[in-house]
C-alpha cells in the first residue's frame, strides 16, 4: 500500500512509517507532500499525521499519530506499547517531560533533518534510531526485572544475558515509490 504524510519528518513522521513498515505492511510506500498544501487525494494512498485535517490516522484524543495508528491496526506489541510513550511525549510538546528520554529523541529527530538529502534518507536513516528505542525499552525493562541476577555477572555475562532477552524489531525496508 501507499502511505501519505507531509515532508521533512520530524518524530512523529518517522516513528509511523517504522511502525507501519514493521508492524503493519511490509510492503509500505511512503509519499511525502510539501505542507502547506492541499491535502492527498485517496488516489494518492492512506494519508497520514496531517495537522488540522479529519483523516482517521492522525493526532486525536490526546493520542499522537503513532498511539493512534497502534489503536486501529490493534498491535499487541509490548514494546511497541512502551516506545508509544516516548514518541508521545517527544512529539506532543506539551507532555515532553512526561518521559525523561523524549527531549533526547525530539532532539535526535530536529538534527536529523538537516543530515540528509529528503525524507526517505530520514526514513532509513530513522528507522535505526526507532529499532534502538525498541530494544532499549526491553533493555530498562531486563534491568529491572533481574537487577539481582545481573549485579552477580561480569560485564560481559550482563551483556551476553540481556542480549539473550532482547527481542529484535521486525526487519523492513523504506521503498521509494515506483516511477
Given at each position: 500500500?501507499?502511505?501519505?504524510?507531509?515532508?521533512?519528518?520530524?518524530?512523529?513522521r518517522?516513528?509511523?512509517?517504522?511502525?507501519?513498515?514493521?508492524?503493519?505492511?511490509?510492503?509500505?510506500?511512503?509519499?511525502?507532500?510539501?505542507?502547506?498544501?492541499?491535502?492527498?487525494?485517496?488516489?494518492?494512498?492512506?494519508?497520514?499525521?496531517?495537522?488540522?485535517?479529519?483523516?482517521?490516522?492522525?493526532?486525536?484524543?490526546?493520542?499522537?499519530?503513532?498511539?493512534?495508528?497502534?489503536?486501529?491496526?490493534?498491535?499487541?506489541?509490548?514494546?511497541?506499547?512502551?516506545?508509544a510513550?516516548?514518541?508521545h511525549?517527544?512529539?506532543?510538546?506539551?507532555?515532553?517531560?512526561?518521559?525523561p528520554?523524549?527531549?533526547?529523541?525530539?532532539a535526535?529527530?530536529?538534527?536529523?533533518?538537516?543530515?540528509?538529502?529528503?525524507?526517505?534518507?530520514?526514513?532509513?536513516k530513522?528507522?535505526?534510531?526507532?529499532?534502538a528505542?525498541?530494544?532499549?525499552v526491553?533493555?530498562?525493562?531486563?534491568?529491572?526485572?533481574y537487577?539481582?541476577?545481573?549485579?552477580?555477572?561480569?560485564?560481559?555475562?550482563?551483556?551476553?544475558?540481556?542480549?539473550?532477552?532482547?527481542?529484535?524489531?521486525?526487519?523492513?525496508?523504506?521503498?521509494?515509490?515506483k516511477?
Amino acid at each position: 500500500m501507499r502511505w501519505v504524510t507531509r515532508e521533512h519528518v520530524h518524530v512523529d513522521r518517522v516513528a509511523c512509517p517504522w511502525l507501519i513498515s514493521k508492524f503493519i505492511d511490509k510492503d509500505a510506500e511512503f509519499i511525502f507532500v510539501p505542507w502547506p498544501g492541499p491535502l492527498p487525494t485517496p488516489d494518492m494512498g492512506i494519508p497520514f499525521d496531517f495537522p488540522g485535517a479529519d483523516f482517521e490516522l492522525g493526532h486525536k484524543d490526546n493520542k499522537c499519530t503513532f498511539e493512534v495508528i497502534i489503536e486501529k491496526y490493534g498491535i499487541d506489541d509490548p514494546w511497541v506499547k512502551e516506545m508509544a510513550k516516548i514518541v508521545h511525549a517527544a512529539d506532543v510538546a506539551a507532555d515532553i517531560d512526561k518521559a525523561p528520554e523524549a527531549r533526547g529523541l525530539e532532539a535526535i529527530a530536529a538534527g536529523a533533518m538537516y543530515l540528509v538529502e529528503d525524507d526517505y534518507e530520514a526514513l532509513e536513516k530513522g528507522f535505526f534510531v526507532y529499532d534502538a528505542l525498541y530494544v532499549y525499552v526491553q533493555l530498562k525493562k531486563i534491568q529491572e526485572e533481574y537487577a539481582e541476577e545481573l549485579a552477580k555477572m561480569d560485564r560481559r555475562q550482563r551483556f551476553e544475558f540481556i542480549k539473550s532477552k532482547i527481542k529484535l524489531p521486525p526487519p523492513a525496508v523504506v521503498r521509494r515509490p515506483k516511477k
